[in-house]
C-alpha cells in the first residue's frame, strides 16, 4: 500500500506526475542493488505513515456516517482495498485529481469528499485553499469533508532523525520544525548526514507540510465555508490528544445554509 502522513505520490511513471498540484514532486535516487530508483520523498515517505486499508475504511464508515448508500470524491485517490471495502458496502466512490487543468466537478455533486493520501499542509498557502474549496465545492450542503493535517502544538515532538523503512530498503530522514512558518520540513540523510553526493546514489531533495492547532484550524476553515466537526489523533478513532504521531484526522461540514466561499 502506498500511504503516508506526510504525503503520498501516486507515481507511476519517472516523471511523478502530482496529481494534486502541489508543485513538489521532486526525483530521488537511492541506488540499492545497483540500480536506480526514481521517486520523490514524499513518494517514499508514502510507504510508511497511514494504516491497513481495512482500519481506514472502518474509520470512514464511522467518522462520516456511511450508512445507506453515499457518494464519495477522494481527491488524489484513496487506496485500492478503501475503495473496494466501502463498494462492497454500497457506497459508490470516484477518484479526481487537483491538478490546476483539470476541471472542478459539478457543486454539490458528492455526499463525502476526502483527501486521503496526502495531508493537507503539503504546498503553498494558494494551493492548501484551492484543496479545501474543492472539497467543499464537491459536497452538497450538509455534506462532509475528511483529511489529515499535523497538529503544531505536537510538531516539536517530530523534530529530529528518524529511520523509516519502505520500498524494501531502510532510509533515515531528518525532519525540522520551523516555529516561524509552522511548517516540517523532511530531507534525506546519509550516515547521519543530509545527503549530498548524487554519486552516491542520492540526491538533496526537501519536501515541507504546514501544521495547524485546533483554533488555527478552525479559522482556515471558516473563510472557505467549512465548519469543524470533529478531530481525531489517528485512523483509530482516537481522541485528538492521544497517540505521538502528530497527526490530526479532520471532519468538516459544508453547512446546510452554506454561505458563499471567499475566492
Not at 474549496?133 to 510538531?155: E, T
Request: proline share 5%; net charge positive; glycine share 12%.
Amino acid at each position: 500500500m502506498t500511504t503516508s502522513a506526510l504525503g503520498t505520490h501516486n507515481a507511476r511513471s519517472p516523471e511523478l506526475a502530482d496529481p494534486i498540484g502541489s508543485g513538489e514532486a521532486v526525483i530521488n535516487r537511492f541506488g540499492a542493488d545497483g540500480k536506480p530508483d526514481v521517486y520523490g520523498v514524499a513518494d517514499f515517505l508514502a510507504q510508511a505513515f497511514l494504516p491497513e486499508d481495512a482500519t481506514m475504511a472502518s474509520f470512514l464508515v464511522n467518522a462520516l456516517y456511511l450508512f445507506g448508500d453515499n457518494t464519495l470524491i477522494a481527491y488524489g485517490g484513496a487506496p485500492p482495498g478503501v475503495t473496494a471495502e466501502l463498494t462492497r458496502l454500497g457506497h459508490k466512490v470516484a477518484g479526481a485529481g487537483l491538478a490546476r487543468e483539470r476541471s472542478p466537478v459539478r457543486e454539490g455533486r458528492y455526499d463525502r469528499a476526502l483527501l486521503l493520501t496526502q495531508a493537507l499542509g503539503r504546498g503553498s498557502d494558494a494551493e492548501i485553499l484551492r484543496r479545501l474549496r474543492a472539497l467543499r465545492s464537491a459536497v452538497r450542503p450538509g455534506g462532509l469533508v475528511c483529511f489529515h493535517i499535523f497538529d503544531r502544538d505536537r510538531a516539536w515532538f517530530l523534530d529530529g532523525e528518524r529511520s523509516i523503512s519502505a520500498r524494501g530498503r531502510n532510509v533515515v530522514f531528518r525532519l525540522r520544525f520551523d516555529p516561524a512558518s509552522g511548517r516540517i520540513s523532511a530531507q534525506p540523510s546519509h550516515n547521519g548526514r543530509e545527503a549530498d553526493n548524487p554519486g552516491a546514489g542520492s540526491c538533496v531533495a526537501k519536501m515541507t507540510v504546514k501544521t495547524w492547532n485546533r483554533s488555527e484550524l478552525e479559522a482556515l476553515l471558516r473563510p472557505v465555508g467549512l465548519r469543524l466537526e470533529r478531530v481525531y489523533a489517528d485512523w483509530s478513532g482516537a481522541g485528538p490528544d492521544a497517540g505521538e504521531s502528530g497527526r490530526l484526522i479532520v471532519v468538516a461540514a459544508k453547512p446546510r445554509r452554506a454561505r458563499k466561499a471567499i475566492v
